[in-house]
């Protein structure tokens, strides 16, 4: 029979290594020329497995539009965030991305032991965090907030779109595409588009 000294040692060993919840976190939208960087951060559960998660640039539009309701059904929790393109102006597009990370994390129901971020440089957080290079392919809690990231903001790009039908946001997402860039020239830049970056400050001069 075990000693009670022995029982608490032991209970004290499976607290102290207990790996707790792991959040993936992971962006999308840095580099087009207008509309908000969005982040998402998502605590998989393991015991309701999704099949098919990857990397969301190498998923079809219709793959991750499935994915994104099965990740959104499935996860024990996930959140969605943004910085705006007032605050991508304001504080350059690293330190926006970096603050949508946070606040995707911090929009998370349950609070996590540990957050695995896709990239080499981390967000402020108040938990333990590791950047993964290639994470979105290697880690699937990353892998499913990359998909949620993207969906989220290329959801955005078509109500953009609804707005201004002349600049093709359904297609080129915001990116600076030769369409994008000739419809800059031809309309100037709207309220959506980021003023620091060099396209659209040419623009606007």
């Not at 309309?187 to 620091?196: E, F």
Request: proline share 4%; glycine share 6%; hydrophobic share 45%.
């Amino acid at each position: 029979m075990r000693s009670k000294k022995f029982l608490r040692a032991e209970q004290a060993a499976l607290v102290w290594d207990a790996p707790g919840l792991i959040a993936g976190v992971d962006e999308a939208g840095r580099g087009p020329l207008a509309g908000p960087v969005v982040a998402a951060a998502v605590i998989l559960d393991d015991l309701n497995s999704i099949a098919g998660l990857a990397d969301s640039k190498k998923l079809t539009a219709l793959k991750r539009e499935r994915l994104y309701d099965e990740i959104r059904a499935k996860a024990l929790c996930c959140s969605i965030a943004e910085a705006t393109v007032e605050e991508i102006d304001e504080l350059n597009i690293l330190q926006a991305t970096l603050l949508a990370m946070r606040r995707a994390v911090e929009g998370l129901r349950l609070k996590p032991s540990k957050v695995l971020v896709d990239g080499n440089r981390l967000p402020v957080l108040d938990v333990l965090a590791e950047a993964i290079v290639k994470g979105d392919s290697k880690v699937p809690a990353i892998s499913a907030a990359s998909i949620l990231a993207k969906v989220h903001r290329d959801r955005w790009c078509q109500e953009l779109h609804a707005q201004y039908p002349q600049y093709g946001f359904d297609g080129h997402k915001g990116y600076g595409t030769a369409a994008h860039l000739q419809a800059l020239q031809e309309y100037g830049a709207t309220p959506w588009h980021r003023k620091s970056f060099s396209p659209v400050a040419e623009v606007l001069k």
